[in-house]
């Protein structure tokens, strides 16, 4: 399928239409940002371990039964997706404080929590993606009690799916964000599951291997990306 217009660049991938308009193109960028964009760089090859890395993760969702966007992943840097009905909301999971939440709660990062925690965002840059609950996504019309209930359930199984794939590949899943939207009625993951949306951390080592290397310059980071790859073939590729 051949890429037409430009629908949307955002800071790590660009979107574009397809002949069908039910479905997009989706390419990954080299591009890193963090802290709202305010810190800006490149980490070498990072949208073709990405694409990798979300495309075998998606595709092993879908073989466990959990609807996701991807239709074919076309080259390095390409993937062929649903056009879905984003819900402006971010679903952050979390198995271990570190980030916002140790910051927030003033926790040592690495404790273990006791059951997984799961948070929402209301996705608004100029905002800079406030935190909400069911009640304000409810009430402002970002989504249905029905549509909340359903994203938080797959999340949890997505957390448990997750966790015990790269407990195989010696990775800690710290935590991780996730995207849904709307597709023939249905609530369908969307978006990508990569090093630059979940925190992972060696089990051995405890090495940060995802994009906190490149928030706290850590250095290294194109390096960690591949590694997180080259385990995830090792299973699933
Ligand atoms: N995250 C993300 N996009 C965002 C915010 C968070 O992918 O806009 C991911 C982040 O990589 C981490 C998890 O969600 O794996 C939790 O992030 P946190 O709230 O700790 O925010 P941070 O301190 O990373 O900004």
Partial sequence: MEKREKLYEGKAKQIFAVDDERYYIMTYKDEATAFDGTKKGIIENKGIVNNRISCLLFKM??????????????D?????????????????????????LAQRLGMEEGRELQIPI?????????????????????????????QLKEVQ????????????????????????????GIYDNKIVLGDEISPDS????????????????????????????????????????
């Avoid at 199984?157 to 790269?166: E, G, M, S, T, V």
């Avoid at 850590?218 to 385990?231: C, H, K, S, W």
Wanted: hydrophobic fraction near 40%; aromatic fraction near 8%; include cysteine.
């Fill in 76 to 100: 390095e840097r390409n993937v062929l997706v649903k056009r879905l009905q984003m819900l402006p909301v971010e679903v952050v999971l979390r198995n271990v404080a570190a980030g916002s």
């Fill in 153 to 180: 359930s797959l999340s949890l199984r997505i957390n448990q799916i997750l966790r015990k794939l790269f407990d195989s590949i010696g990775l800690i899943l710290v935590d991780f964000k996730l995207e849904f």
């Fill in 61 to 74: 969702l879908e073989e466990k039964g959990i609807e996701t966007h991807l239709l074919e992943q076309l």
């Fill in 118 to 146: 799961i948070e929402l965002y209301y996705k608004n840059d100029d905002l800079h993606d406030p935190m909400i609950n069911e009640y304000h996504a409810q009430a402002m019309g970002w989504a249905t009690w029905e």
């Fill in 198 to 237: 979940c925190r992972l951390w060696d089990q051995v080592s405890r090495e940060k291997m995802d994009k906190d290397r490149f928030r706290r310059d850590l250095g290294g980071e194109a390096e960690a990306y591949q590694e997180v790859v080259r385990r995830i073939e090792e299973v699933l590729g």
